[in-house]
């Protein structure tokens, strides 16, 4: 990934739940777990959860800082965080993020840094397209990020590919570190046309987007929400009016089938059409338990045939 060559696993482990939602141990037997299986692409943001009950958003980044001094393997890991969406004031909202100013990308990532208790990140991630800031303005922040060796790479999250590839040109014309990688919403399931996300700041994935990716070297698509928060397969776990339109229905009746032939799980299943795209995807999950870890895992190694594939994704 990137003109550095980062190699990163087909699977990257969503740590946003870790130390909040999940307890330390279980955190801890996660992670561990996901290293065993291969993984070393590990994400998570400075703003991870603030939204929870006693929240600040340091969570995430403090229980891998905790977990990566105790193991001792951080050279063996791509670890990426973000910028962009934490609250400029304790108690504000999504609608009072901090801004992707130069100074405030520096500060964010020198907290993050702190917090996680590394020299550098892998991936430093643009959380959000702040469109108050002049994008000139944002490219010379993560370039700054870059030459000061606190990030080897950046990239943009729920970003439209206009934006993304608008800031490149910046980059290009005045030598700064360029976004390369994207990290949007995206799943087998397709949102209704028109119907809006009921997470505030996701932005999903279009084929926009995924033929921007196919056809720029060196750029990735990180997908999350790539199992809609276990959706496929938790009967009591609603998908959401966004949901509700013909498509899922001959879309679920595709996955069933697939799976069905397969001997697979719905997960799996979707995990397997994630990856067969002809555009670089890597599927960003983030899981509750060691045994929900290993299903996931044997996803990315499901191999789908040609006609498995069209079928899932010409069902609509």
């Known amino acids: 990934m990137g003109d550095d060559n980062i190699g990163v696993s087909r699977l990257c ?3 946003m739940a870790l130390g909040a939602v999940q307890d330390e141990a279980t955190s801890f037997a996660i992670l561990d ?4 299986l291969g993984g070393n692409f590990i994400d998570t943001a400075n703003c991870y959860m603030f939204w929870v009950d006693g929240g600040t958003g340091d969570e995430s980044e403090l229980l891998l800082g905790r977990w990566l001094a105790d193991r001792g393997i951080r050279d063996d890991l791509v670890i990426a965080t973000k910028v962009g969406r934490r609250p400029s004031f304790p108690g504000g909202g999504l609608d009072h993020s901090e801004p992707l100013t130069p100074a405030r990308i520096g500060a964010g990532v020198d907290e993050s840094l702190e917090r996680l208790g590394i ?8 959380h959000r397209d702040d469109r108050d800031t002049p994008l000139e303005a944002t490219v010379a922040g993560f370039d700054a990020v870059v030459r000061s060796g606190k990030a080897r790479l950046v990239g943009a999250s729920n970003h439209a590919a206009w934006r993304v590839e608008r800031a490149r040109a910046l980059s290009r014309k005045t030598g700064a570190a360029a976004y390369t990688a994207m990290q949007n919403r995206y799943s087998y399931l397709q949102p209704r046309p028109g119907a809006a996300l009921p997470e505030g700041g996701h932005v999903h994935a279009t084929d926009g987007d995924l033929d921007f990716v196919a056809n720029t070297p060196g750029t ?5 929400s790539a199992l809609l928060s276990g959706a496929y397969t938790n009967p009591g776990k609603a998908l959401g009016g966004h949901y509700e339109h013909p498509g899922t229905r001959s879309r679920l009746a595709a ?3 697939v799976a069905a032939e397969t001997g697979a799980t719905r997960n799996q ?3 397997a059409w994630l990856t067969g795209h002809a555009a670089p995807l890597v599927p960003l999950v983030g899981v509750s338990s060691v045994a929900q870890l290993e299903e996931v895992a044997a996803g990315i190694d499901l191999k789908l045939d040609p006609g498995q594939w069209r079928r899932l994704s010409d069902a609509a």
């Open 13 to 15: 482990l969503g740590a």
């Open 33 to 36: 777990r996901f290293v065993e």
């Open 119 to 126: 020299d550098h990140v892998d991936l430093l991630w643009s």
């Open 220 to 224: 990735a698509l990180l997908t999350y």
């Open 255 to 257: 996955l069933d089938a």
């Open 269 to 271: 299943v979707v995990l």
